[in-house]
């Protein structure tokens, strides 16, 4: 299974950015696709997550609200659309990719983002 984040960047406060994590692989190993950050020092926070074929979708509290979990048609590209960004949220983003939602096996490689004040 490999997964491929990107579409990280520098933003102001209120602002927007799409995040984008292209799945390959087994597709049993990736019923679950969770996007996860990382700040340096602390440890790796749980952001959303959604079921790749029933669309079910979970949100930390922090996020529900101004963040949305997507997928596309073929069910190969997961989506993060980060609205009312805060100065809180910079961190490294990373998706994984979980059979059942407990252990994420599989890593992408992480993208950086910041918000300004």
């Known amino acids: 299974v490999q997964l491929q984040a990107s579409g990280g960047g520098l933003v102001q406060a209120g602002g927007s950015l799409r995040l984008s994590c292209a799945t390959s692989?087994?597709?049993?190993?990736?019923?679950?696709i969770g996007w996860f950050r990382q700040v340096p020092g602390k440890e790796r926070e749980f952001v959303a997550r959604i079921n790749r074929i029933g669309g079910i979708k979970r949100y930390a509290d922090s996020v529900k609200g101004r963040f949305t979990i997507s997928i596309n048609d073929t069910r190969s590209t997961v989506y993060l659309q980060m609205n009312s960004l805060k100065p809180e949220d910079t961190a490294v983003y990373f998706c994984?990719?979980?059979?059942?939602?407990?252990?994420?096996?599989?890593w992408g490689q992480g993208t950086q983002v910041t918000v300004s004040s």
């Open positions: 692989g087994r597709t049993s190993s990736r019923n679950f």
């Open positions: 994984a990719a979980s059979v059942d939602s407990e252990s994420y096996a599989y």
